[in-house]
T-cell receptor, first 117, second 113 residues
Framework: AQKITQTQPGMFVQEKEAVTLDCTYDTSDQSYGLFWYKQPSSGEMIFLIYQGSYDEQNATEGRYSLNFQKARKSANLVISASQLGDSAMYFCAMREGLRTGGFKTIFGAGTRLFVKA | AAGVIQSPRHLIKEKRETATLKCYPIPRHDTVYWYQQGPGQDPQFLISFYEKMQSDKGSIPDRFSAQQFSDYHSELNMSSLELGDSALYFC???FGQGDYEQYFGPGTRLTVT
C-alpha cells in the first residue's frame, strides 16, 4: 500500500536561511508523481512543486526545489531564502499509477514551518 | 489565471440533512478530485473523475455520491449528514491522465450541527 511519511511535525527556520522538509514514500509502482503543497492558516492548498518518477532532473520552481532520491524513496522540499510568509503547513503527496490510469492521491501528515524574523 | 471554483464556500447543515458541493475545474482540465480535510488532519482522497467517468475511489462513505457533468464541473452529494462530516472539502483539477499537477480550489467548509 502506498504511504507518505513526514517525520517533522514542526520546524523553525531563521528568515533568509534555507530549510529542508523531509518526505519519504513507499510504493511498488514504477510510475508515480510527487507533490508538495503549502497550506497557510487561511486554509487554501497552494501547489508548490511536482516531480514525476521518470523525471531525471530535480524539479525547481523559484525558491522551491525538490531533492528527489528515487532509490531512497525520498522527495524532500528545499526552500531557499525563507520569508516570513513561508510560515505554513506543508504537505507532501503522491499519486500512483500515472501510466495505468491511477488517480488516488495520498498525503503525508504535514510539517508546520515557522519562520523567525 | 483562472483557478478552481468551489461553491458554496461555507455551509452549515443539521444532522441527517443533505448537502451538495459544487466544483468548477480550471478551463481545459478534464480531471476532478475530491478531498476531505478534518481539523488538524491531512486531506483524505474521496473520489476522482476523468473525462466524466469515475476514475478512482478512496475513503468515500456510501452516504456520499459524486459525478462529473458534460461541462466537466463536478458535484459531491452528501446525505444523512453526521457530526463527523464537518470538514473542509477540497476539489482539485488537473489535465489528462498522465503526470500533471493538481490545483486545488479554495475549499468548502461544511459544519454539521
Amino acid at each position: 500500500a502506498q504511504k507518505i511519511t513526514q517525520t517533522q511535525p514542526g520546524m523553525f527556520v531563521q528568515e533568509k536561511e534555507a530549510v529542508t522538509l523531509d518526505c519519504t514514500y513507499d510504493t511498488s509502482d514504477q510510475s508515480y508523481g510527487l507533490f508538495w503543497y503549502k497550506q497557510p492558516s487561511s486554509g487554501e492548498m497552494i501547489f508548490l512543486i511536482y516531480q514525476g518518477s521518470y523525471d531525471e532532473q530535480n524539479a525547481t520552481e523559484g525558491r522551491y526545489s525538490l531533492n528527489f532520491q528515487k532509490a531512497r524513496k525520498s522527495a524532500n522540499l528545499v526552500i531557499s531564502a525563507s520569508q516570513l510568509g513561508d510560515s505554513a503547513m506543508y504537505f507532501c503527496a503522491m499519486r500512483e499509477g500515472l501510466r495505468t490510469g491511477g488517480f488516488k492521491t495520498i498525503f503525508g501528515a504535514g510539517t508546520r514551518l515557522f519562520v523567525k524574523a | 489565471a483562472a483557478g478552481v471554483i468551489q461553491s458554496p464556500r461555507h455551509l452549515i447543515k443539521e444532522k441527517r440533512e443533505t448537502a451538495t458541493l459544487k466544483c468548477y475545474p480550471i478551463p481545459r482540465h478534464d480531471t476532478v478530485y475530491w478531498y476531505q480535510q478534518g481539523p488538524g488532519q491531512d486531506p483524505q482522497f474521496l473520489i476522482s473523475f476523468y473525462e466524466k467517468m469515475q476514475s478512482d475511489k478512496g475513503s468515500i462513505p456510501d452516504r456520499f455520491s459524486a459525478q462529473q457533468f458534460s461541462d466537466y464541473h463536478s458535484e459531491l452529494n452528501m446525505s444523512s449528514l453526521e457530526l463527523g462530516d464537518s470538514a473542509l472539502y477540497f476539489c482539485a483539477s488537473s489535465f489528462g491522465q498522465g503526470d500533471y499537477e493538481q490545483y486545488f480550489g479554495p475549499g468548502t467548509r461544511l459544519t454539521v450541527t
